[in-house]
């Protein structure tokens, strides 16, 4: 079994900044991707930004070059780094872990002020 984590989440003003985790643990072997998603309310999940074991990244068109994911390959850690903040960021955000399958954690919210 895996055991996905989120922290990080919380409440912040337009143009601030937040900083997502997620550490996965268990019966994980080979993970090859980890990533953060997001869902607002009455809208479909989303991707936000995802990174290989090769450290190749994607973000969404609406987070580029504000949003920075990195990744501890050695402790199964992905992070989210989130600059400029917009209301339009409000979301719960979910990390993926892939590892032949998806593993998804429960989710940490993040709300952005006007």
């Known amino acids: 079994q895996v055991h996905v984590v989120e922290s990080g989440g919380g409440s912040v003003q337009a143009g601030g900044s937040l900083r997502l985790s997620c550490a996965a643990s268990?019966?994980?072997?080979?993970?090859?991707?980890m990533g953060w998603f997001r869902q607002a309310p009455g809208k479909q999940r989303e991707l936000v930004a995802i990174?290989?074991?090769?450290?190749?990244?994607n973000y969404a068109d609406s987070v580029k070059g504000r949003f920075t994911i990195s990744r501890d390959n050695g402790m199964n850690t992905v992070y989210l780094q989130m600059n400029s903040l917009k209301p339009e960021d409000t979301a719960v955000y979910y990390c993926?872990?892939?590892?032949?399958?998806?593993?998804w954690g429960q989710g940490t919210q993040v709300t952005v002020s006007s």
């Open positions: 268990g019966n994980i072997f080979g993970i090859n991707a």
């Open positions: 993926l872990v892939g590892v032949g399958i998806a593993y």
């Open positions: 990174i290989t074991n090769a450290g190749i990244t």
